[in-house]
């Protein structure tokens, strides 16, 4: 598998191997012991699967306390995928990064504790799958606007289809302290 760092620390982008011939396709989408190698050592200890309709804008979502590391990945269409860092102390709290997610590239993000996550669906229809580091709690959930002008993400879509609670989360600056999380500096490895 190629792993790809992205801007955000600790926020990367997996590509598979795929093998194919003219029967189809075969991956492995996890292994414990291959994805330590790579950072990302949580348990994960749910499963989740979305189905959604093209333009449908999901995010941007967060878990304070229980806070969830995500590794996501399209089984069928195509998403923009969206993390955004909100660790406080961070160099790059309050920014972003994209990625395009389908079923073609085989791509999968891991979203790190500490971050809101989004995506928007470009495909007619979507199944969405995430692998989730604690489980849902409706008490922890929050969120933050999907079209925040200061945090500035380039949605692929003009007129997004959103939930009641999309549409009314507050900006990041209006976030209660509380909700945010700290950043914690990896030591390096001698």
């Known amino acids: 598998m190629k792993v790809e760092e992205t801007r955000l620390e600790g926020v990367l982008l997996i590509t598979?191997?795929?093998f194919g011939?003219?029967?189809?396709?075969?991956?492995?989408?996890?292994?414990r012991d291959r994805y330590k190698e790579v950072g990302i050592s949580l348990e994960f200890v749910q499963d989740n699967q979305s189905f959604s309709t093209k333009n449908v804008l999901r995010g941007l979502h967060f878990q304070n306390p229980h806070a969830q590391g995500k590794?996501?990945?399209v089984v069928k269409g195509c998403v923009f995928?969206?993390?955004v860092d909100i660790r406080r102390g961070s160099?790059?709290?309050g920014e972003w990064v994209g990625v395009e997610l389908s079923e073609e590239n085989h791509q999968q993000l891991w979203v790190p504790p500490g971050f809101a996550h989004g995506f928007c669906v470009l495909?007619?229809?979507?199944?969405?799958?995430?692998?989730?580091?604690?489980v849902y709690t409706p008490s922890a959930e929050g969120g933050i606007l999907w079209n925040d002008p200061e945090i500035?993400?380039?949605w692929p879509v003009e007129n997004p289809i959103l939930s009641d609670k999309d549409q009314v989360y507050p900006q990041l600056r209006d976030l209660p302290e509380g909700r945010l999380f700290t950043y914690v500096q990896k030591e390096a490895i001698k």
Not at 21 to 31: A, M, Q
């Open 21 to 31: 011939d003219s029967r189809g396709f075969f991956l492995e989408t996890w292994s």
């Open 81 to 83: 995928d969206v993390a």
């Open 123 to 134: 495909s007619d229809t979507t199944l969405f799958t995430y692998k989730c580091t604690d």
């Open 71 to 73: 590794l996501v990945s």
């Open 152 to 154: 500035g993400i380039e």
């Open 16 to 18: 598979p191997k795929v």
């Open 91 to 93: 160099r790059t709290f």
